[in-house]
């Protein structure tokens, strides 16, 4: 994802929970950082950021999804790290989400699955 301001997208994504593992600092499209969840074996997210380019236009990207165990628990641990998450909405039973905007306006969804589902979307879910 292009950002504008790397170090406010950083602090941003950092009390979202995001690590930074590793960066890239010259390519041709700006600098690269690498970040990851705690607990996912892969880098999920690189933030992109070139002074000279800030971001014009974040349609390219619908909205991100992250899970997580507590909605409740990490919507209040992200308002005591400056992040405000909107109004959870219950989608069915143990089924709730909620959504926050990055400083680029980018959408992420927070998504709590209900107790016993696997981690992730799965065909079962669209049966």
Do not use: C
């Amino acid at each position: 994802m292009r950002v504008t301001d790397l170090d406010r997208s950083l602090a941003f994504y950092n009390a979202v929970g995001y690590a930074k593992v590793g960066a890239v600092p010259e390519t041709a499209f700006g600098s690269l950082t690498m970040l990851q969840l705690p607990g996912d074996p892969f880098i999920s997210l690189e933030l992109v950021h070139d002074p000279a380019r800030p971001v014009a236009d974040i349609g390219a990207v619908n909205h991100l999804v992250i899970q997580v165990e507590d909605l409740g628990a990490t919507i209040a641990d992200l308002a005591t790290r400056g992040v405000m998450a909107e109004p959870p909405a219950d989608l069915g039973p143990g089924m709730r989400t909620a959504w926050l905007t990055d400083p680029d306006g980018y959408r992420l969804e927070l998504v709590q699955w209900p107790t016993g589902h696997p981690a992730g979307m799965t065909a079962a879910d669209f049966a």
